[in-house]
């Protein structure tokens, strides 16, 4: 589809590849993944990108940033993955809410979900890079 005719090609592009995103994706983009609340480790683009997004978990109280942490321990228990939500736009106590409602779902839902939240991280990301 290269070269694109303008950014609306490239995104809507970049759209339709990432709903085509399955399982194995997900697994290759949550390997490298920090664990919300916890600082992205290395030095590289990604790592402060996370960091960014995340601001609003770093900054929160010990309480929430404590929840946070027992919340991701049992999500990681349950799914055997990390914790995975566009951070940025939330607060700490919208991303714990989303944790906690999350704990709920079934694998496949749950599964669906991460990769629902892996697009919207993609795409934001993609968007900020070329605007």
Do not use: C
């Not at 995104?11 to 590849?17: E, I, K, P, S």
């Not at 683009?45 to 960091?51: F, G, M, N, R």
């Not at 900054?59 to 055997?80: I, P, S, V, W």
């Not at 944790?99 to 795409?123: C, H, K, M, S, V």
Request: no cysteine.
């Amino acid at each position: 589809a290269r070269p694109f005719a303008s950014l609306t090609a490239l995104y809507t592009t970049a759209q339709q590849l990432a709903l085509a995103w399955q399982g194995d994706a997900l697994q290759q983009a949550l390997s490298a993944h920090p664990r919300i609340g916890e600082k992205a480790k290395g030095a590289g683009k990604e790592a402060a990108l996370s960091q960014q997004e995340q601001a609003a978990m770093q900054q929160a109280n010990g309480a929430l940033q404590l929840a946070m942490l027992a919340g991701n321990e049992r999500y990681e228990q349950r799914f055997g993955r990390v914790f995975l939500i566009r951070a940025k736009g939330r607060s700490g106590e919208q991303m714990l809410a989303e944790l906690q409602r999350r704990l709920n779902n079934d694998e496949e839902t749950e599964q669906q979900e991460a990769l629902a939240q892996l697009r919207e991280i993609t795409l934001l990301r993609l968007k900020e890079s070329i605007t």
